[in-house]
Structure formats: C-alpha cells, structure tokens
C-alpha cells in the first residue's frame, strides 16, 4: 500500500521508502519564498496625512480592498507636491507620472477607520523619485499614527515635460520640497 507523498516510511526516519518515487522538480518559475519584512514603522517617515476612509473602500471581505490602497499613496504624493512644492496640477509644464508601485499589507484595515498616511523620499534623482509612503490606523485616543503600518510600499514619480511627455528636470521648488522628505537608510 502506498503512503501519500510526503508521509515517513513506517520502517525509516526518511520520507521516501524503497520503492518510494523520488518528489517531482519544482517547476522553472519556482523560486524559494523570501522571508516576510516587518512592518514598517512610524518614525520613518517626514510627513503624514490624515486620510479618512470611505463605505465604498471595503469589499466584500470586510476590509479595505487593496486596490484603494494605491489612492491612497497617490493621494499623498500628490497632496504633499501640491502644497509643499506648488505643483499647479492643472497648469504646471512639469508634471508627475507613476512608472511603478509596490504596497505589501501587513494588517487589515476597514471603514470607518481614521488613517494616516506617511510620506518620505527614499530616491531622488534629477528627473525621478521614488516615495517610500506607509498606510497607519490613526490612534483615536492621541490622533497620532499607530506604531506600525498596515501597509506600505514604494511609489515612483518620473517628471515630464506636461506637452511631449518626454522625461525633464524636476523643477527646483518641486526638487527642494521633496529633498526635505529624504531619508538616508531607505
């Protein structure tokens, strides 16, 4: 009688017998799982903004879908150029576009959650950035970020001329807001 894979020889300490077929090579797309990071913390970041969730941000499953957590870090990146680097969103020859995004989630949230989210430059380039931005449940007792995030990721902005969409210097009132958001361990 065969034992399903996996299952000790009654006989041996090993877990194929004689007779036993050697397991199957992984697939060529297998690659071996990296370990988990920690979440991030709130003394990270440089700046935070409060974010109020809405009914329609849950899904489904009773949290926060995932795909609003992007809005999320669009919503940070934008808000900070806006009123820290006078990004006129509407008129401005230079603008942002997102190249890449990245969120890993480490804790689920949901409406009506008060959250903040937490902004910092962890690259800055001469025509890009990349945001490092977490995702923290506001204490309602201090109104300040949770210690850890319930998610974070990065955010890549590639400045344009608004017109040719050709790649261009960031502007220096742009380039000395985000340089205040710089962190050196990123």
Known sequence: MRRPPG????RHDAPLCVGD???PPPPACYKPRVP???PETADRYRHFLPLTTRWMDNDVYGHINNVTYYSYFDTAANH????????DIERSPVIGLVVESRCNYFKPLAYPDRLQAGLRVDRLGNRAVTYGIG???EDPATGEPEA???A???FVHVFVDRESRRPTAIP??????LARLCVADA
């Open 36 to 38: 988990a990071q920690p």
């Open 80 to 87: 900070y150029l806006i009123t820290a680097g006078g990004l």
């Open 21 to 23: 077929a050697p397991p």
């Open 148 to 150: 850890e995030a319930a």
């Open 172 to 177: 220096a009132q742009l380039r000395e807001a």
């Open 7 to 10: 299952v000790a020889c009654d």
């Open 152 to 154: 974070a990721g990065h």
């Open 135 to 137: 995702i923290f449940r």
